[in-house]
């Protein structure tokens, strides 16, 4: 195990306990954007995973990255999701199903000058790294995470 894995997964760890005695009050934004905590299932395990998370809002759905910092990997919590599309969100103290899905090529075109603008860093681990950065869209369990494809699976 190198030191920024551990590092990362320690941070993470902390950052989960903080959000959720305080109901998000606590590092419930980090660099003037907004965090929200995502649970998802372990594809092999089959544990639950709760990962913190920045995210954006588009009308009514909710945007996340799956940028890894900028690792040629992609990030667990996107190979979780990509195996099983339900999940959960928690915003502030109030977790709520969501359902999962990558967004489509046109939406990857409108979101990503959005996300970049609001946070240069994600254009900067796009450099870092030669896999596409997946957009995922995040649709509350009571609507359609579709029209278009969902997620893909392994």
């Known amino acids: 195990m190198t030191l920024r894995p551990a590092a990362i997964r320690a941070m993470g760890r902390s950052h989960r306990a903080i959000y959720r005695l305080t109901g998000g009050r606590v590092l419930g934004r980090v660099a003037g954007m907004p965090v929200l905590l995502l649970t998802t299932t372990g594809r092999r395990s089959g544990h639950l995973r709760t990962t913190p998370l920045t995210y954006f809002e588009d009308g009514d759905t909710i945007v996340i990255v799956a940028s890894n910092g900028g690792e040629d990997t ?59 950065i997946p957009i995922v869209i995040l649709v509350g369990d009571g609507g359609s995470p579709s029209p278009t494809t969902p997620l893909p699976r392994d």
């Open 74 to 132: 992609p990030p667990a919590w996107w190979l979780n999701l990509s195996a099983d599309p339900r999940a959960s969100i928690t915003i502030g103290a109030q977790p709520q199903p969501v359902q999962a899905r990558e967004a489509t090529s046109d939406e990857h075109s409108r979101l990503w000058p959005m996300i970049t603008k609001t946070h240069a860093g994600y254009a900067g681990y796009a450099r870092r790294t030669t896999r596409p």
